[in-house]
């Protein structure tokens, strides 16, 4: 089939009932529910991208194996051409988002692309897991489908590992091999838009000590697989606030859920990996699961602090407070953090590694440095728009306010900006930078950014000891060879 449209996708949703809780209630039609129409509206859009003339010789291809047009997240890169064809589609689905969406269909296609083209590791353990990799890794590709993704045990007890826990089948685990699959009990998190996704796959983080091996898994199944269950965290709009006054949250909201497994049958054709603790300690170092998808986060998360740094920027000219030295200081400082994240991910795309099966693979020391950088740079913007806009973004009237004719002269006067900024315009900027900082919408986005690679405190010291790996310090070898040279 190749590229889907938008409304092939919906379809795809409508033909399946997936076990959804939300608020308390099982969700009967995802489509209809208010929560989720405008976020499956925004994913929609990308896949009718695919087939908009503005935007489809850059970010789909070809497929050599099938003949039929697919996405080039999709692709193997082989050459730099193809690397930036891959950033075509990211940057393109994060423009269309303005980076708000982190787990747009890209996401996790790069991961397959990478289990698929790295799959000889999957091999030395079982040559049917790298088998069953490269199948579904056609499959996901030929028909187009969207994926959601649960690496995370439940936080239960971070002290303990999985079968030190107080049940056996509280972290996801193996419950018993039978003839048509393996059935797994227990529950993963945490599974971003997973009510509107087509399937789930299942993996996880290095970390399985011994005694761990039921829960060394790794597979993916569809995500109306009788007995999987979503349970979706308190939604943060609620899909009937006008798009005027929560520009962003009515639109980009991105559900968030737990994933409970009841004795759910994995077929053996679906199962990736499974009772190898080395394998999967091994997994997400070993087969780019993890550097691959930070050429697209770095791309998004550059476009993100853009986004977050121009809504500063234009708020503090709407209100002519950018003439201010303290103000230029703190749009100067998100200039340059965003400039500095520019050049990193245009070295990353220069310098970067050719695996020795000619898969190419941007920097790695460049990227994860974004990757590092911006559970920082990120709040920061964040808070600058916050200085910035003071009690100002606590002000604003609602889209009703703005309307009522007794109103209205007073919306104009009094909400008005610097000159040439008038009433309507400024409440609109306002809002717009509310949703980004003040809104549960915005918190979320900001909570993303610190955690969505996993805990930056330990990837960073995972950063440290790699980097000490290749970086012997001669220099100061050099400079302490001046004693050498003195004593001869
Ligand atoms: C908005 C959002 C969306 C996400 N989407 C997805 C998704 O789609 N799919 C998915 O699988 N995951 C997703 N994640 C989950 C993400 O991978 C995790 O949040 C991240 O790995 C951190 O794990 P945790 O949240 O369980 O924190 P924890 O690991 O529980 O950490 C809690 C705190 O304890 C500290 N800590 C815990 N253990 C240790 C230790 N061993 N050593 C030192 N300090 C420690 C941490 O530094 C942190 O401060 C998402 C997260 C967020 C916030
Ligand atoms: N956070 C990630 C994820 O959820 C899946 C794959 C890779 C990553 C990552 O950032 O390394």
Redesign the pocket.
């Known amino acids: 089939m190749g590229i889907r449209t938008g409304d092939q996708y919906i379809r795809g949703l409508r033909s399946r009932q997936p076990e959804i809780w939300l608020q308390g209630r099982k969700v009967t039609n995802v489509c209809e529910e208010a929560v989720f129409r405008q976020p499956i509206h925004e994913i929609a859009k990308l896949y009718d991208m695919q087939h908009d003339e503005k935007y489809q010789e850059k970010i789909t291809h070809i497929c050599q194996e099938t003949g039929e047009r697919v996405n080039n997240a999709f692709l193997v890169a082989k050459t730099p051409e193809e690397l930036q064809a891959k950033r075509a589609v990211y940057e393109a689905y994060a423009k269309a988002t303005f980076g708000l969406m ?2 747009t269909p890209d996401f996790l296609n790069i991961v397959l692309t990478s289990l698929y083209s790295n799959a000889s590791f999957l091999e030395r353990y079982n040559p049917q897991w790298a088998e069953n990799a490269k199948n579904y890794y056609k499959v996901v590709r030929d028909q187009d489908l969207f994926l ?6 439940p ?1 239960n007890d ?2 303990k590992s999985s079968h030190e826990q107080s049940d056996v089948y509280t972290h996801l685990g193996a419950v018993e091999e039978t003839p048509e699959g393996l059935i797994v009990k227990g529950a ?6 997973a009510p509107i996704t087509d399937e789930v796959i299942i993996y996880s ?1 290095p ?1 399985f000590q011994p005694g761990d091996e039921r829960y060394a898994l790794a597979f993916a199944i569809p995500i109306d697989t009788p007995g999987l269950r979503i349970i979706c965290r308190e939604p943060m709009q609620d899909g009937i606030r006008s798009v005027y006054d929560h520009p962003l949250a009515s639109r980009f909201e ?1 559900m ?1 859920a737990l994933l409970v497994f009841h004795d759910v049958l994995v077929p053996w054709e679906r199962l990736f990996l499974y009772n190898n603790v080395e394998a999967a300690n091994l997994l997400y170092p070993k087969t780019g699961i993890g550097q691959q998808p930070a050429h697209q986060t770095g791309v998004r998360g550059l476009l993100k602090l853009q986004f977050a740094t121009e809504v500063a920027m234009r708020l503090a000219d709407s209100i002519g407070v950018d003439v201010y030295p303290n103000v230029q200081n703190n749009l100067g400082e998100l200039a340059q953090s965003l400039e500095s994240l520019r050049a990193l991910l245009r070295t990353a795309e220069l310098e970067y590694e050719t695996l020795p099966s000619g898969e190419l693979m941007p920097g790695y020391v460049q990227l994860e440095t974004i990757r590092g950088l911006l559970p920082k740079l990120y709040p920061r913007a964040i808070e600058v728009i916050q200085i910035i806009g003071a009690g100002g973004l606590l002000m604003s009237p609602t889209d009703s306010d703005l309307e009522h004719p007794e109103l209205v002269a007073d919306m104009e006067k009094f909400y008005a900006g610097r000159v040439g900024i008038s009433g309507t315009d400024r409440v609109r900027l306002f809002k717009l930078a509310w949703d980004l900082c003040g809104e549960a919408f915005g918190q ?2 900001l ?2 950014e ?9 990837k960073l010291a995972i950063f440290y000891n790699n980097y000490k790996k290749f970086h012997a310090c001669t220099m100061v070898d050099d400079a302490l060879s001046v004693f050498a040279a003195k004593t001869r």
């Open positions: 982190g787990r959601t993704h649960a690496i995370i045990n936080q971070r002290s993963k998190m945490l599974a971003t838009l983080f970390g991105e968030d979320r986005l909570q993303y610190r955690y969505y690679t996993g805990d930056p405190v330990r």
